[in-house]
């Protein structure tokens, strides 16, 4: 699955043409460079969220023409979060179109700072802005009312999640809560590499989680190796490992 790595600071494009230019120039680099030449890549398609019919229509563009998966969510940039209505039509799209919505964190260029060390940024930076779209999201309840919509949170872990579902679930009310969501398919985290996944799979089932890599940047060089690594962990069991590794990442972007 290829994403983006610069491109996923687009939210932050403040010229909303130029947002757009950048969004079907890269998806168009990525498809001739690589998708075209190799079928078992498969992309993510960058979207310019700061013109939502425009976002709709390089989404259908993306996954009819180009053969995407899914679209990407930037976790911070915008000036409203992703479960305002406004975003709606996008999901809608993707609810159409059965391709799966990716809500990618990356470091702020305005939070830089707020921090006084580099480690510190690297800790949190992630982390603080999944937790607030997560979060809005959810209480938007956008994805009770698009059974097909699925949306993964990437680049924070998941650690984070279950702190969060039990401060939520209370104050829900009607609205479809996260751990239906799960049950549902509809909402998915990326881990593996933390300390805490063992314990994570306890709290959240092992249906919603799957193993994901910065390679080749973030010091991962070798795939073969990181995956290994993974795979010979003793905390946790076979079958988690084949869901996290294989059946859930497949469920999710419709493999």
């Not at 549902?184 to 593996?192: D, K, L, P, T, V």
Request: charged share 25%; hydrophobic share 40%.
């Amino acid at each position: 699955m290829v994403y983006p790595t610069r491109f996923m600071h687009i939210g932050q494009v403040g010229m909303v043409d130029f947002a757009v230019d950048l969004s079907r120039a890269y998806n168009d680099y990525l498809y001739d460079r690589f998708l075209s030449q190799e079928s078992r890549l498969k992309g993510i398609a960058v979207l310019p969220l700061q013109d939502v019919a425009a976002a709709v229509a390089e989404l259908r563009r993306a996954v009819k023409d180009y053969g995407m998966v899914g679209g990407l969510l930037p976790a911070d940039g915008l000036p409203r979060p992703l479960g305002h209505q406004d975003f709606y039509p996008l999901y809608e799209e993707a609810n159409r179109l059965g391709c799966m919505m990716a809500v990618h964190s990356q470091n702020s260029l305005r939070n830089n700072d707020l921090f006084l060390w580099r480690h510190e940024a690297a800790t949190l930076a992630h982390v603080w802005p999944q937790m607030r779209q997560f979060t809005n999201l959810m209480f938007s309840g956008v994805l009770g009312r698009l059974p097909d919509l699925k949306i993964a949170f990437l680049e924070a872990g998941c650690g984070w999640v279950p702190y969060l579902m039990s401060k939520m679930e209370p104050r829900m009310g009607e609205l479809l809560r996260p751990s239906k969501l799960i049950e549902r398919g509809q909402i998915y985290f990326q881990c593996g590499e933390e300390m805490t996944t063992s314990r994570d799979l306890e709290l959240l089932g092992d249906d919603c989680l799957f193993w994901a890599s910065d390679f080749p940047h973030e010091g991962i060089v070798d795939m073969a190796k990181a995956v290994k690594e993974f795979l010979d962990r003793q905390d946790i069991s076979d079958g988690a490992k084949r869901k996290i590794s294989y059946d859930n990442p497949k469920r999710l972007y419709a493999l």
